[in-house]
């Protein structure tokens, strides 16, 4: 296998790892202000103190933003399938074109 086609098929796992990511070792994340775990109630201030988040906000946000994470990796993972397979197809026609 062709470094190319290494390539094009590890864009597509890191692609999938990405999209698994949130169901599993984010699937129960602890919302945190700077290292430090927050529990309900709690909020966080900005470093420069201009303004605080609560902890709902904070668990809200990143709620939100799994479904951002699974697209971008499906999206990741297709594209590098696509390659892995156009570059597979390319191959073939090559071979079967210098066997005419």
């Known amino acids: 296998m062709s470094g190319r086609r290494l390539a094009h098929l590890g864009l ?3 692609g999938l790892l990405v999209a698994l990511y949130p169901f599993t070792l984010g699937a129960n994340p602890s919302v945190t202000c700077r290292g430090v775990e927050l529990r309900p109630g709690d909020s966080c201030a900005k470093a420069d103190g201009s303004s605080t988040q609560s902890y709902e906000a904070r668990a809200a946000a990143a709620r939100n933003a799994t479904p951002v994470i699974v697209g971008v990796g499906v999206l990741v993972a297709v594209f590098g399938a696509g390659l892995f397979v156009a570059d597979v197809r390319r191959d073939r026609q090559r071979v ?4 005419s």
């Open 12 to 14: 597509a796992i890191a």
């Open 96 to 99: 079967s074109a210098g066997t």
